[in-house]
């Protein structure tokens, strides 16, 4: 099989496969916290999955995976949310205080430029289309890459897409979060040896995320929030069997988008 990696091809397979389907793929995600039972990379190794998953499907060329996104400090609203009572606390993303190592982000605005120096590099490799696969769902992420990707659309030769490797299976899944059974099932399926639920407690302690930093997406968003404020969509109950259905979807939903902006350009 053709490999998809850009780092593992040689200029005539690069330019071929340019030539036949001109769209190149950029994973991007934070080396981040995501509980003591899943490694720092989960976000951009998901989305290189998906990445990678894509252009086997319908072709184009898949970067290595940015590992580099973003997060801020929790307003107090969303702390209160997470489970805390004070909420002057200074807790930026996922890193809450209990845990031993804190998450490399980087601040919005770095973010931003290092985002934007890797898409004009591969902006310069003459592609149709530039997608950037993101596995990251902090509001600056989500921000700062539709920015780039209407700012490039518009000024240079590429059309730039911003797509999200993870997404519900269908309007009613409510399941998305962080850590929690979903990402965890997806990078079971990704890399089953790198997640060991063994390092979570026994079944019957609760997941607060203020204690663990692994959240259902409605405590993020304040709908739903249960009284313990603990994970519902837990971590403990992951397969790579549903894993599997996520990363499929996130393909399938990423390819569409692809080829329908292919046959528009
Ligand atoms: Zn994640």
């Avoid at 989960?42 to 970067?63: H, K, M, S, W, Y």
């Avoid at 801020?72 to 909420?87: S, Y």
Wanted: proline fraction near 6%.
């Amino acid at each position: 099989m053709r490999t998809v990696q850009f780092e593992l091809m040689r200029p005539g397979e690069f330019l071929e496969e340019r030539e036949r389907f001109s769209v190149a793929y950029l994973p991007v995600g934070p080396l981040e916290w995501h509980g003591p039972h899943m490694p720092f990379g989960t976000d951009p190794l998901n989305a290189q999955a998906v990445a990678c998953g894509v252009a086997e499907r319908i072709g184009g060329v898949v970067f290595p995976p940015l590992f580099c996104g973003t997060e801020e400090a929790r307003t107090p609203k969303l702390l209160n949310w997470m489970g805390f009572e004070d909420d002057s606390q200074y807790v930026v993303g996922m890193d809450v205080p209990s845990n031993p190592i804190k998450s490399c982000y980087f601040p919005e605005e770095l973010f931003g430029t290092i985002l934007r120096a890797n898409l004009l590099q591969i902006i310069s490799l003459g592609f149709r289309i530039v997608v950037i696969v993101n596995g990251h769902g902090a509001a600056g992420q989500l921000r700062t890459g539709a920015r780039l990707a209407r700012e490039f659309t518009n000024t240079t030769k590429s059309q730039v897409l911003f797509c999200r490797a993870m997404q519900k299976l269908d309007e009613t899944d409510d399941r998305l979060g962080h850590a929690n059974i979903v990402e965890t099932s997806m990078q079971m399926y990704v890399s089953g040896e790198s997640v060991q639920l063994d390092k979570l407690p026994p079944r019957e302690i609760p997941l607060k995320t203020s204690e663990w930093g692994i959240a259902d997406g409605y405590l993020m968003t304040g709908e739903s929030v249960n009284e313990g404020h603990t994970v519902e969509h837990d971590p403990r109950d992951a397969t790579a069997e549903l894993g599997k259905r996520y990363i499929e979807n996130g393909i399938e939903r990423v390819a569409k988008e692809v080829l329908r902006a292919y046959g528009e350009k």
